[in-house]
């Protein structure tokens, strides 16, 4: 992430932009990384938030030991006729099945990133948009060079990027 901040010259155009080297509070383009949905760093009120995410599902070998169905949260994880099910509309994708499962059958079917964009609080808050529920790594840098570009292009000195999405009607398909 730093290098396309780097390679989009973030610093120097945003100094223009804002004809002041030192932003205050809320011109400060804010990056939030998280590692599980608990959102610890609050991805959903930053310029731009990417949470971890693991999509679990059930191979071989299976014991019927319950610790996942315990352990999830969110109830999604049940048994039907004698088998261990995932409901994925309820699944968070937070890896914890995966984790405190015994004998190593809980696995990971895919791994990726929710990728957010457009969140702060202020005088209008505003949550975070998705941009996409589970992106490559290639992917979620494609997103915030269009998140940065969309900000030095659009933006008038002030305006947080959540309100700039609005006026232009950003997407997860504008390409800048
Ligand atoms: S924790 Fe693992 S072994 Fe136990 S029921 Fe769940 S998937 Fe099966
Ligand atoms: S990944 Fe998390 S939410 Fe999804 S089934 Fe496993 S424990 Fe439950």
Not at 30 to 54: A, H, R, T
Not at 88 to 102: M, T
Not at 121 to 135: E, F
């Amino acid at each position: 992430m730093s290098q396309v901040m780097e390679n989009k010259q973030f610093n120097s155009r945003q100094v223009s932009r804002l004809n002041t080297a030192k932003p205050m509070h809320h011109q400060v383009f804010q990056i939030s990384l998280s590692g599980c949905p608990n959102s610890c760093s609050q991805p959903q009120i930053k310029d731009f938030g990417v949470q971890g995410q693991v999509i679990p599902e059930v191979g071989e070998g299976c014991t019927q030991c319950g610790k996942c169905v315990e352990s999830c949260k969110e109830g999604a994880i049940n048994y039907q006729s004698g088998n261990i099910v995932i409901d994925y509309g309820v699944c968070l994708k937070c890896g914890q099945c995966i984790n405190i499962c015994p004998e190593g059958v809980m696995q990971a079917k895919e791994r990726g990133f929710n990728v957010l964009a457009g969140g702060k609080l202020g005088r209008h808050p505003r949550l975070a948009s998705r941009l996409s529920p589970m992106a490559g790594e290639d992917h979620v840098l494609e997103y915030l060079k269009s998140c940065v570009e969309l900000l030095l292009k659009e933006g008038k000195p002030g305006k947080r990027l959540g309100s700039i999405m609005d006026r232009v009607k950003f997407n997860s398909k504008t390409q800048f």
